[in-house]
């Protein structure tokens, strides 16, 4: 199994307070993503990231911002949480562009109250 | 905008093989097709991708249309444990590989 943790798991936070979402990787792979899924929606592609530092906006960005301030870790932040927000959080790593297989970490179901 | 087209659902019996259609008729020379499945409370997990040719490997088969703009993902002998949500992407060089709503393949006993 690919070496990707996501932490915390699960987190119940409160509407208007900041939340941030961890993703970890032991696989130096240089390409990470951020996804929400919510019922009928699918997965939707939140930021991702093609090298430290580089970052860039998917379908869904509005509320939400990254950093990748060293190859192992992709944070996603919640500035100011809402209950539309409410999901569930997948990170994903790949090691090449988009000619190599990804991996995704079990996910982080966050609950905005 | 995932830029792919998969039946909503499919069904299929145990033992039997499965053929799970996408149709990607906007598809750029350079886009790779890529199929991941979703089982339940788990995150994505990669299953096969091809360029040109027909890919084999020891979970499934990819059979991609001469002129690309349609492949099937192909399991052999589909299992319980394959009841799952088919994803098929295409991975192209903008790189933020696009999720549709992919295909609920139920297995029957």
């Known amino acids: 199994d690919a070496g990707i943790t996501q932490s915390p798991r699960h987190k119940v936070t409160e509407t208007g307070t900041p939340v941030t979402l961890r993703c970890h990787q032991t696989e130096n792979h240089r390409y990470m993503y951020w996804y929400r899924q919510d019922p009928g929606h699918g997965l939707r592609l939140i930021h991702y990231?093609?090298?430290?530092?580089?970052?860039d906006k998917g379908e869904v960005s509005d509320g939400y911002s990254v950093s990748r301030s060293k190859t192992e870790d992709f944070l996603l932040t919640l500035e100011s949480a809402t209950s539309s927000q409410t999901s569930v959080y997948f990170c994903?790593?790949?090691?090449?562009?988009?000619?190599?297989?990804?991996?995704f970490g079990q996910g982080t179901r966050l609950t905005v109250v | 905008d995932a830029k792919t087209t998969q039946p909503n659902s499919m069904e299929s019996n145990e033992e039997e093989p499965v053929h799970l259609p996408c149709n990607h008729s906007?598809?750029?020379?350079?886009?790779?097709i890529h199929w991941y499945r979703q089982l339940p409370s788990q995150g994505p997990e990669y299953v096969i991708h091809?360029?040109?040719s027909n890919v084999n490997n020891r979970m499934a088969s990819l059979a991609i249309a001469e002129d690309r703009k349609s492949s099937t993902l192909i399991l052999h002998r589909a299992t319980l444990r394959d009841a799952a949500v088919y994803y098929c992407i295409l991975g192209d060089n903008n790189n933020d590989m696009r999720f549709g709503a992919g295909t609920r393949l139920t297995v029957k006993p």
């Open positions: 994903a790593i790949s090691a090449g562009q988009f000619n190599t297989e990804a991996f």
């Open positions: 990231s093609y090298g430290v530092k580089d970052t």
């Open positions: 091809g360029l040109t």
């Open positions: 906007t598809i750029s020379g350079t886009d790779y």
